[in-house]
């Protein structure tokens, strides 16, 4: 960015692939850059890279309409590091630096060295104005409630602000893409559905640090171990059946389906166990009739799948790739 002091001299003479990092700190380029995206042929092409805000990718699509697109960058995948290391990136997340740190200890440090960071300058940065030992607290209490329904006032009370303000801090880690909030599907179907989104820490490495647990041990005998296992393999999911057409379904009657993805016209229902062997549920076959799903996949820690009825089958992490042809 140092060599962008005279932004339209530089990036005119430019030709081919041009990256810009960082540009979350140079907002001002957007306008220069829609011009110098008009031309046909285009001369060159940008490449940008950085912190995503809610007020940047505004801007961006405001200002780059019709010239933008975007792509979310995860961390690694079991697609990249091998499914023979499933229980290593489960337990120290997708960021390159905490993968493949030399051991766990320095693993944790590096985590916790991250949202430290993360909170003091990048959220700042990101134009998110919250003091940030109050956002390590909300973040801290939101990891409490992982894989549960947001309830806003539940959370706001025990923070001691108001429904508002929490509302406004999850927006913000969402926004930040540390937080995912998977949307609730509702259509008529004459049960009362719920309509509030299950909140997760996005990448489960971060949700073990600031739930304190250090090792895999540990999180084996955490009371947060299944809803671990089910943010884990649900971003496993949407790194590759992306977000904009998948939803959770719960019933008050307490009927629900962990992740329901629309793809090919169908609807495809995935529920997540930690468990030896899982068993039909009573809930299961109440989505299967309910959604009308194509098919359903249970996801368990096993390495072997196997069939659990005519439309219902077992399955394992290794398995998500034959999955992932089906649905694309």
């Not at 979310?72 to 590091?81: I, V």
């Not at 944790?108 to 949202?115: L, N, Q, S, T």
């Not at 990891?143 to 025990?158: L, M, R, V």
Request: net charge neutral.
């Amino acid at each position: 960015m140092a060599r962008l002091a005279q932004p339209q001299t530089v990036l005119e003479a430019a030709r081919g692939l041009v990256v810009l990092d960082e540009i979350h700190q140079r907002p001002d380029l957007l306008p220069l850059l829609r011009v110098l995206a008009d031309p046909q042929p285009v001369p060159c092409r940008f490449l940008l890279l950085g912190s995503a805000s809610p007020d940047l990718m505004k801007k961006s699509s405001e200002t780059l309409a019709g010239r933008v697109h975007f792509v979310d960058m995860t961390g690694f995948t079991l697609a990249e590091t091998g499914v023979e290391r499933q229980t290593e990136l489960w337990v120290r997340g997708g960021f390159p630096k905490s993968f493949l740190a030399g051991d766990e200890p320095r693993s944790v440090k590096w985590r916790e060295d991250f949202i430290q960071t993360f909170l003091q300058r990048d959220m700042p940065m990101l134009g998110i104005q919250v003091p940030p030992a109050t956002l390590h607290r909300f973040w801290t209490m939101l990891a409490h409630y992982h894989g549960q329904i947001w309830n806003g006032t539940e959370i706001g009370a025990s923070l001691g602000v108001s429904y508002h303000a929490a509302r406004r801090y999850l927006d913000a880690l969402s926004g930040a893409y540390v937080v995912r909030q998977l949307q609730p599907w509702f259509e008529n179907l004459g049960k009362r559905v719920v309509k509030s989104p299950k909140v997760y820490v996005r990448d489960s490495g971060l949700l073990h640090s600031l739930l304190g647990i250090p090792d895999f041990p540990a999180l084996q005998g955490h009371p947060k171990l299944g809803a671990s296992w089910e943010g884990f393999v649900i971003e496993q999911i949407l790194s590759w059946a992306g977000e904009r057409n998948a939803y959770f379904w719960a019933t008050h009657s307490r009927a629900e389906l962990d992740l329901m993805v629309m793809a090919k016209g169908k609807r495809w229902g995935f529920e997540v166990k930690y468990q030896d062997a899982p068993t039909i549920t009573k809930s299961m076959r109440i989505a299967m009739q309910d959604l009308k799903l194509e098919r359903l996949w249970v996801v368990y820690p096993g390495q072997t799948g196997y069939p659990m009825d005519e439309k219902i089958e077992c399955v394992s992490l290794s398995q998500l790739g034959q999955i992932r042809e089906t649905l694309q």
